[in-house]
């Protein structure tokens, strides 16, 4: 059964960087038919596409984010992982990892249970 | 950027009534409109993908329909389990935005 894990320090402070890992397991990272990504959610709002990556290591990013952000993945151990610089309370949310099929469309078909990420001084 | 906006914002309804929840593109999006249940506490979990095809597992009581710009989901019988909030999100073209959700309740 496929399972997808956030993992990352929950507290971070202004101006630093914003690391977090999905560990997944159940599938292999090394699909045509997947992308990788995050999604992120701020306390009581809705939903922000972050971006995602293939298993060949390239990789899609959302422009309001991208002078910030850095996505990569270790196949060898089936993670992927996020970070994000220069960060302020803005980036404050629950990020989510998820699977994203893209054989004919770009749908998150599975997700991460999620994990609280503060950024506070 | 593609804006995706919903409507209502919150919906009060009860069992066994049938609800349609209406999601509007900013741009032409063809059909790749998808609908997500987040239940609170819980990741969001996908419906239906591609405008009206639903995940496996979802109940047929779920339907999506619409093309463009317009969009609905459609739950007919509501069960106590269906008061959740419901997301639309546009796969046409990055950022891949998402509606800023309806509540059910």
């Known amino acids: 059964q496929m399972q997808m894990q956030e993992s990352g320090p929950g507290l971070v402070k202004p101006s630093e960087t914003l690391s977090l890992t999905c560990t997944v397991s159940?599938?292999?990272?090394?699909?045509?038919?997947?992308?990788w990504g995050w999604i992120r959610q701020s306390p009581g709002k809705a939903l922000e596409w972050i971006g995602s990556?293939?298993?060949?290591?390239?990789?899609y990013y959302n422009p309001s984010l991208q002078s910030r952000l850095a996505m990569s993945v270790d196949a060898s151990k089936n993670q992927f992982s996020l970070r994000l610089n220069s960060v302020t309370a803005a980036d404050t949310a629950i990020y989510y990892c998820?699977?994203?099929?893209?054989?004919?469309?770009?749908?998150?078909?599975?997700w991460g249970q999620g994990t609280l990420v503060a950024v506070s001084s | 950027d593609i804006q995706m906006t919903q409507s209502p914002s919150s919906l009060s309804a009860s069992v066994g009534d049938r609800v349609t929840i209406t999601c509007r593109a900013s741009?032409?999006?063809?059909?790749?409109l998808n609908w997500f249940q987040q239940q609170p506490g819980k990741a969001p979990k996908l419906l239906i993908f591609?405008?009206?095809r639903l995940q496996t597992g979802v109940p047929s009581r779920f339907s999506g329909s619409g093309s463009g710009t317009d969009f609905t989901l459609t739950i007919t019988d509501l069960q106590p389990e269906d008061f959740a909030t419901y997301y639309c999100?546009?796969?046409?073209?990055?950022?891949?935005?998402f509606g800023q959700g309806t509540r059910l309740e």
């Open positions: 998820a699977r994203i099929l893209i054989t004919y469309s770009y749908v998150i078909d599975f």
């Open positions: 159940g599938t292999s990272l090394n699909s045509r038919d997947y992308h």
């Open positions: 990556l293939f298993h060949t290591g390239s990789t």
């Open positions: 741009d032409n999006i063809n059909r790749f």
């Open positions: 591609t405008t009206s």
């Open positions: 999100q546009q796969s046409h073209s990055s950022p891949y935005s």
